[in-house]
């Protein structure tokens, strides 16, 4: 399988931490995707131009990241990172969805500086977004999520987006919020995923 993604999507991050904990990184490779550049084949891959994207073996294409971490666990038995009951399943989904909206919304922001010059920058849509990571990152910080020996698909996504704030806006996240700042030092040190898959 080969996995279009870049090095600091916190997207394909997330895919690639899946992939390690269940065991089939082995079976990937990771091929960057510049999705600015017309000429890249990931705009045939994915009509979108978006990572990350995972090419099959029979030349079938998964995207977005939900649909490709949920093949993955698919293909390791499942309920592995996804798990089966229904409450433990819809929990670990709508942790997920916290966590990605955290990350698009920090991503807004990042290209909101990076493809508009300053003078065209607009505060209220970047205040707007800021407010959404924000208000993520409290309801985080009240419910920290539980790890366990294999790490859901929710804990693996909070993960990818603190690892992305750190990146792109430095530690300022962790003022105010211990329990958080813990709790991914914490998933740091029990899944070498998370270090093996680190941003630049």
């Known amino acids: ?3 279009r993604s870049s090095p600091a999507s916190p997207f394909g991050r997330k895919v690639k931490i899946a992939a390690h904990v269940l065991g089939l990184m082995d079976q990937i490779e990771v ?3 510049n999705t600015l550049d017309p000429e890249d084949v990931i705009r045939k891959q994915n009509p ?3 990572i990350p994207a995972l090419i099959l073996k029979d030349g079938t294409t998964l995207y977005d990241s939900r649909v ?7 293909l390791a038995g499942g309920g592995k990172i996804i798990p089966a009951s ?3 399943r819809f929990d670990t989904l709508t942790l997920q969805a916290l966590a990605d909206g955290v990350m698009d919304a920090a991503l807004l922001q990042v290209y909101e ?3 508009r010059d300053e003078d065209k920058r607009e505060p209220k849509w970047l205040e707007h977004q800021s407010g959404k990571v924000t208000r993520g990152l409290d309801a985080l910080e009240a419910h920290v999520p539980h790890l366990s020996p294999m790490p ?3 804990a693996i996504t909070v993960a990818c987006a603190l690892g992305y704030l750190d990146l792109r806006f ?3 996240w962790r003022q105010g919020r211990p329990r958080l700042t813990a709790w991914l030092e914490d998933f740091a040190a029990r899944y070498p995923a998370y270090a093996a898959t680190v941003p630049h």
């Open 152 to 154: 859901t698909i929710g």
């Open 31 to 33: 091929v960057v995707a």
């Open 1 to 3: 399988m080969i996995l």
């Open 68 to 74: 490709i971490v949920e093949y993955l666990d698919h």
């Open 113 to 115: 500086t990076r493809f």
């Open 170 to 172: 430095g530690e300022t």
């Open 48 to 50: 979108l131009g978006k």
């Open 86 to 88: 229904t409450k433990e």
